[in-house]
């Protein structure tokens, strides 16, 4: 065989191997998603969790795809897998509105002394 032979059998055998999905596959992706959240989410930044949302709704995709052909125990199994990665985004959402509830309230409490102030120093203009 030549080497033109040997590389295109190569790549014929790597499709096959790549293009081998089955049902198992979007399981398989799920469980190492839910693996990574519960050893790496602490320290995700907002990049990691836009990458995250974007795998999640990949496989749903591909769930969606094979369900008709999913065992009542597998489908337990992905729903199990569902709920802790919902428990993950639900707790880095809630740190995100908490974040943001404190900022705004922050910001509030520094435009109200703004207010407050402008109105003592000058009462003189709000015929106080």
Known sequence: ????????????????????????TPIGELEEISIDLKN????????????VTERLNNVENELEKYKPEYTDKELEKIGYLKGVCAAYLFKQNLKTTSRQIHDAIIMLKGSLNG??????????????
């Not at 295109?8 to 999905?21: A, G, M, R, T, W």
């Not at 790496?40 to 990458?51: A, K, P, Q, R, V």
């Not at 207010?115 to 106080?128: A, C, Q, R």
């Open 1 to 24: 065989m030549n080497n033109l032979t040997k590389f295109l059998l190569i790549v014929l055998i790597f499709f096959c191997f790549y293009s081998c999905k089955d049902k198992e």
């Open 40 to 51: 790496n989410s602490n320290t995700y930044n907002e990049e990691d969790w836009l990458t």
């Open 115 to 128: 207010v407050f102030e402008t109105v003592k120093e000058d009462s003189t203009y709000w015929n106080l």
